[in-house]
């Protein structure tokens, strides 16, 4: 796929369009493919303002949602949101890692499935909408991967349930699942979605969330709890 295909899915799947692509191209440039490309710039710089934007953002919507706990669970609860491991499974929902511009060196080395590589990525696409689109669209962008069923002790924080569902119903090869967006609600900087999840055109799962990659997720996840699943 060329670079220009390529940008132009991408923004597809995180849902917004760069009036800079530039923005968005230095954002995926990885160490390895800066050095190979002496023109291009790394995306070391944006990781760094990317991690900051994140952590704000999500410092903002915890402090709001869990009003009840001490400043010691909301530090908890931050930590297990904008760990590696969660921004990698963020990542995953828009397939990330396939859109990264690497190395030879990387590519050949599995760096395009290496969650380090991933995750710092993840953060530099934050910097980049932040740089391109201000940080109400950077926020937007953040919340859309927060589950609306985490817990003060993060121990929801991220979990895939759309995947473990896949993984599921992929064990009966003719079985298809899709997700119908059911409804959606509320002013356009507070957005309530509800979506069903359908086998076969049956539902097995409905679920709601601010986003929605939230309301599949908590639909699957109802889902899988009727098969009597627990993830």
């Known amino acids: 796929m060329d670079a220009k295909r390529s940008m132009s899915e991408l923004q597809e799947k995180i ?11 230095e954002a ?6 800066a050095n190979e490309n002496r023109e291009r710039n790394s995306n070391e710089r944006l990781e760094f303002l990317g991690d900051s934007v994140l952590s704000i953002v999500v410092s903002d919507y915890i402090f709001k949602h869990f009003s009840h706990i001490p400043e010691g669970e909301l530090s908890k ?3 297990s949101l904008v760990c590696e491991n969660a921004l990698f499974e963020f ?3 828009i397939d990330l890692g396939k859109y990264i511009l690497l190395g030879k060196g990387e590519e050949l080395t599995g760096g395009r499935e290496r969650p380090s590589i991933v995750s710092d990525a993840f953060e530099a696409v934050i910097a980049a909408i932040y740089l391109d689109g201000g940080m109400d669209t950077a926020r937007e962008y953040v919340l859309s991967f927060i589950p609306d069923n985490i817990t003060p002790k993060g121990s929801n ?3 895939d349930y759309k995947t473990i569902l896949q993984e599921v119903i992929q064990r009966n090869p003719e ?18 979605f509800t979506v069903q999840v359908m086998l ?8 709601s969330g601010r986003s929605k990659k939230a309301a599949e997720q908590s639909a699957a ?3 899988l709890e009727l098969m009597g699943i627990r993830p």
């Not at 849902?15 to 191209?25: D, H, Q, S, T, V």
Request: aromatic content about 12%; cysteine-free; proline content about 2%.
């Open 157 to 159: 924080a991220f979990h």
């Open 15 to 25: 849902g917004y369009r760069f009036k800079n692509e530039e923005l968005l191209f």
């Open 28 to 33: 995926l440039s990885h160490s390895s493919f």
């Open 175 to 192: 079985e298809k699942i899709i997700y119908f967006l059911k409804g959606e609600s509320g002013p356009d900087h507070d957005k309530h």
């Open 221 to 223: 996840k109802e889902a």
């Open 200 to 207: 076969n055109n049956n539902v097995i799962g409905e679920g």
């Open 77 to 79: 609860l931050r930590a």
């Open 91 to 93: 990542s995953k929902t």
